[in-house]
């Protein structure tokens, strides 16, 4: 669920995604405020720029408004799902990890498998050259953690032919993830990039979000929906596309890929938010979280 409230303490630099740096920084208010965490990261303050970093540790207040502790819900539980699947995924003997749209994601600089998990990082050229600086300004010791950087435009690129010079096996199974880029994609890039995957080893694993389509949400979720749409369509990034269900799964299947599981908001409020003190949940917003697996 890439999407925040319109409103920040700071304004991304042109060239920028204004959605994965908000993203950004609701994963580290999440930090800051929320407890018990549900996804640690040690690290989401570091990969921003220091005055923007500052100005949350000072203020995280400024993003807990009611539409921004929801947001910031689904945001930090769609990264722990991705992170769940991918800790299956290593006990079944996966090494690469690849993130589609990488952001401002911060796996690699805490990856658990040092030396073990290859962590590839796909994303569009001038988003990646910003987080590339970021890194390399960060201690010698967590700037060596830096994921093998793969700058490409998927919609003009194979996604195999993108990993190869980074040293990606296609031989050897992967988790991929790839979270708060569909809405922004219209459908047939999305199959595009499904069908790039499924030419991944048997034994991959395929974790995704996705909007539902408004006619089959509730009302809540639907004036969720259509106020995010009018907010990011309004910062350059309309939302694209939407899905009902059980056509994509048909979609998936074609390709090769097996549904493992597919959650509605109630279902990630009941694994990640139950009986919190602190009521923090997510509202949905149409977005839900969906794993495959390669046969």
């Known amino acids: 669920m890439q999407h925040?409230?319109?409103?920040?303490?700071?304004?991304?630099?042109?060239?920028?995604?204004?959605?994965?740096?908000?993203?950004?920084?609701?994963?580290?208010?999440?930090?800051?405020?929320?407890?018990?965490?549900?996804?640690?990261?040690?690290?989401?303050?570091?990969?921003?720029?220091?005055?923007?970093?500052?100005?949350?540790?000072?203020?995280?207040?400024?993003?807990?408004?009611?539409?921004?502790?929801?947001?910031?819900?689904g945001i930090v539980a769609r990264s722990r799902y991705a992170e769940d699947a991918l800790q299956d995924a290593v006990a079944q003997g996966v090494r690469q990890y690849v993130v589609l749209g990488a952001g401002w994601d911060t796996l690699a600089l805490r990856n658990p498998w040092p030396g073990q998990l290859?962590?590839?990082?796909?994303?569009?050229?001038?988003?990646?050259?910003?987080?590339?600086?970021?890194?390399?300004?960060?201690?010698?010791?967590?700037?060596?953690?830096?994921?093998?950087?793969?700058?490409?435009?998927?919609?003009?690129q194979r996604l195999a032919d993108a990993l190869a010079p980074a040293g990606f096996d296609p031989r050897r199974p992967a988790c991929i993830a790839w979270l708060g880029v569909t809405p922004y994609l219209a459908p047939a890039a999305v199959q595009a990039v499904l069908r790039d995957a499924a030419q991944m080893a048997p034994g991959s694993v395929l974790v995704l979000?996705?909007?539902?389509?408004?006619?089959?949400?509730?009302?809540l979720e639907r004036i969720m929906a259509e106020h995010s749409a009018k907010a990011f369509a309004a910062m350059g990034e309309p939302w694209l596309s939407d899905y009902e269900p059980k056509i994509l799964h048909a979609q998936l299947r074609a390709l090769g890929w097996s549904v493992q599981e597919d959650l509605g908001a109630a279902q990630i409020n009941a694994r990640y938010f139950h009986r919190r003190r602190d009521g923090l949940q997510t509202a949905g917003g149409g977005f839900r979280f969906l794993k495959a697996v390669r046969g």
């Open 4 to 73: 925040t409230s319109p409103t920040s303490p700071a304004m991304p630099r042109p060239g920028t995604s204004p959605s994965a740096l908000r993203m950004a920084m609701l994963r580290a208010v999440h930090g800051l405020l929320d407890e018990p965490v549900v996804l640690r990261d040690p690290h989401a303050l570091d990969i921003l720029e220091p005055g923007m970093a500052q100005a949350l540790r000072e203020d995280p207040f400024v993003l807990n408004d009611p539409m921004s502790r929801t947001m910031r819900a």
């Open 118 to 156: 290859a962590v590839y990082e796909v994303d569009q050229p001038a988003v990646q050259q910003e987080k590339r600086a970021r890194v390399q300004a960060l201690p010698a010791a967590l700037a060596a953690r830096a994921p093998h950087w793969v700058a490409a435009d998927l919609s003009r």
């Open 209 to 219: 979000d996705y909007r539902v389509s408004n006619h089959l949400l509730e009302p």
